[in-house]
């Protein structure tokens, strides 16, 4: 069983910037991470391949990158210039599955953190 523990959300006025951090227990082929708010469906923010091939939602291009420590299993999510719609519960996710490119679609994703909340406040 793959285990992932999300870090380092918290509130933040628009305009700053916040990184999170995943600790994961081993490295999988295709990890990622997505966002959800109350009454809105699980979004795909970024996805990452084992080979460091990165996928972004249009709405977080240019702002967010995803990146990896791989000696320390550690996957991040750089969020700069942040503004109140990236206000959500951040969870990290992965998965053992193969299909060329690693997918933007929760559902196709294995294992879950337990989320980080990031808030952000006008």
């Known amino acids: 069983q793959v285990q992932l523990v999300e870090s380092g959300g918290g509130s933040v006025t628009a305009g700053g910037s916040l990184r999170l951090s995943c600790a994961v227990s081993?490295?999988?082929?295709?990890m990622g991470w997505f966002r959800q708010t109350p009454g809105k469906e699980r979004e795909g923010v970024a996805t990452?391949?084992?080979?460091?091939?990165?996928s972004y939602a249009d709405s977080v291009k240019g702002r967010f990158t995803i990146s990896e420590d791989d000696a320390k299993n550690i996957l991040y999510l750089r969020m700069n210039s942040l503004n109140s719609s990236d206000t959500a519960m951040y969870y990290c996710?992965?998965?053992?599955?193969?299909?060329?490119?690693?997918?933007?679609?929760?559902?196709?994703?294995?294992?879950w953190g337990q989320g980080t909340q990031v808030t952000v406040s006008s």
């Open positions: 996710a992965a998965d053992r599955r193969w299909r060329g490119r690693c997918s933007m679609s929760g559902s196709d994703f294995t294992y």
């Open positions: 081993e490295r999988i082929v295709c």
């Open positions: 990452i391949t084992s080979g460091g091939w990165a």
